[in-house]
């Protein structure tokens, strides 16, 4: 990096890379599997929460919470800004007109995981934000367009159901109404768990006027897969994102003894729900698609009982809707088909559906030629950036993942393939942001 003074009025250059990762990879870890459990509205959430809050604060940054729980941490907001919605602290925003040529440049992801996820996932893009951000103000930059590093509520859905809360929320493409009403697996609706952690819940709704402010937002991201480590090339930009949804699948059997109950007797929704998943394995294999079965809830519970209920959450993606929207309808019939041979209801409901994202092409194209020409890959991961990119260009950046794997603990990347992509957002924020 240069050793240029800063060339933005109040900004004082903060924590190292390593600095920020060393301080933020304890919260929220399990000491026993090694992963995160960085759940919306917890405890750990509101120590990743304060630690974005320190992270703003040590740079002269304006923090601030907006209605919908999502952080933004502004640099050179304009003075007409409007005033911080309920829910948050703070002022924030910046003014222009949409669109990849005016209005505030953001980048970001979340903090928040899915159960005993890696550490990558998520952090890895604002601990780069801050970083990418530090590294162009120390070059001498001079941004003639505000600046933010946003940390979105939410986006794994780990423990209300449904994927970038926060972000559906700020783009109308879930109510208020239906945000509220979400339930955790103890029966904690999402509402509750705001006002624990000292968010209002009446405040939840569309941010038109921030989007408006936004003229265009950029998420770096590990990559999940191996297409970058296949290529040798350290960084990708994503084309698309693949469509994709959760549907849950209630098997209704009858509870009985498991020790005095004739197989010819039982109503067992264990057994359809089985033939469901291998069923599903079948059928995306076939479409060339993914679906997968991996969380379950079984009542009564018992070691000595047959369930009276299976409930089964599906994930399925494809590379087009026809593709997906056919897939779910075969495991769907399949379900209903091992129902009635086993005495079993089958209900299924569909709990969220992302249709397919094709980034923004000028965005795109203009960020992969910042680059070099970096490699276009599609993914079949949801991020905010696809929720975002219906009302903001928007678009992504992905670190190769060496291993490719995801969602796990053992999710890594190399450090110089990390201090990489926050020299390639920088380079970014630059040639977006700056004269």
């Known amino acids: ?53 320190d992270q703003a604060r040590a740079r002269g940054l304006s923090c601030e919470t907006d209605r919908n729980g999502n952080q933004w ?10 005033p911080a ?60 367009r505000p600046l933010a590093v946003a940390n979105f509520a939410d986006e794994e859905g780990a423990r209300f159901g449904l994927a970038c809360a926060g972000s559906r929320l700020t783009t109308g493409r879930l109510t208020p109404e239906a945000a509220r009403a979400l339930r955790d ?40 897969g191996r297409t970058l480590a296949r290529t040798g090339d350290p960084l990708g930009v994503a084309s698309a994102i693949w469509p994709h949804g ?18 010819t007797d039982r109503h067992d929704p264990m057994l359809t729900y089985a033939h469901t998943v291998l069923a599903a394995r079948e059928e995306a294999h076939r479409a060339g698609a993914l679906a997968t079965f991996g969380k379950t809830a079984v009542e009564p519970n018992g070691v000595n009982a047959i ?18 929207d056919a897939l779910v309808t075969a495991v769907e019939r399949a379900a209903a088909a091992h129902g009635e041979r086993d005495g079993v209801t089958v209900r299924v409901t569909r709990e969220s559906y992302t249709p397919v994202v094709e980034f923004e092409h000028a965005l795109r194209d203009r960020i992969a ?34 291993t490719g794997v995801s969602h796990s603990p053992a999710e890594t990347a190399a450090e110089d393939d990390c201090l990489a992509g926050v020299t390639a957002l920088a380079d970014v924020l630059e040639g977006l942001a700056c004269p």
């Not at 899915?114 to 934000?129: C, E, I, R, W, Y």
């Not at 260009?393 to 992905?398: D, T, Y």
């Open 1 to 53: 990096m240069s050793p240029a003074a800063p060339a933005v009025r109040g900004w004082t250059r903060g924590a190292s890379f390593q600095e920020m990762w060393r301080d933020l990879t304890p919260l929220g870890r399990h000491p026993g599997s090694g992963g995160y459990r960085r759940y919306a509205w917890t405890a750990a959430d509101a120590d990743c929460r304060a630690w974005f809050a």
């Open 73 to 82: 941490a502004w640099l050179g907001e304009p003075a007409d800004a409007d």
């Open 85 to 144: 919605p309920s829910g948050g602290p703070g002022t924030g925003g910046a003014s222009g007109s949409p669109g990849a040529g005016s209005g505030a440049v953001v980048t970001g992801s979340h903090l928040d995981s899915v159960p005993d996820g890696g550490a990558f996932d998520g952090p890895l893009g604002v601990v780069s934000a801050f970083a990418a951000l530090d590294e162009l103000l120390a070059r001498g930059a001079r941004p003639s």
């Open 185 to 224: 697996a103890g029966g904690t609706t999402l509402a509750t768990a705001m006002e624990r952690a000292g968010h209002d819940p009446d405040g939840l709704g569309p941010d038109p006027g921030r989007l408006a402010r936004i003229g265009a937002f950029v998420e770096l991201h590990v990559e999940q």
């Open 246 to 263: 959760r549907w849950r699948f209630d098997f209704h059997g009858e509870a009985n003894h498991a020790g005095t109950t004739l197989l």
């Open 307 to 324: 369930a009276s209920l299976v409930r089964g959450w599906l994930d399925s993606r494809a590379a087009d809707e026809r593709t997906l």
């Open 369 to 402: 030629g910042l680059l070099g020409g970096a490699r276009l890959l599609p993914t079949g991961a949801g991020h905010d950036a696809g929720i975002l990119s219906a009302a903001v260009p928007s678009a992504m950046l992905f670190v190769r993942n060496p």
